[in-house]
């Protein structure tokens, strides 16, 4: 098993573990990462609309 494959295993197994233990913290977590691409989404498109709209 290479290094890789063994720190993905143990990457999962973390997420799995801290989705059982505190759920309510990893819902919290996965909201503040899309709110987060969200965000950023928006104002990629308000950047995009003025660059075009001139």
Do not use: H
């Not at 233990?21 to 995009?48: D, I, K, M, Y």
């Amino acid at each position: 098993m290479t290094w890789k494959k063994f720190l993905a295993y143990l990457a999962v197994a973390f997420v799995i573990f801290y989705l059982f233990t505190q759920p309510a913290n990893a819902a919290a977590a996965v909201r503040g990462l899309f709110g987060g691409f969200t965000v950023g989404a928006e104002r990629l498109s308000v950047f995009l609309s003025s660059l075009l709209s001139r």
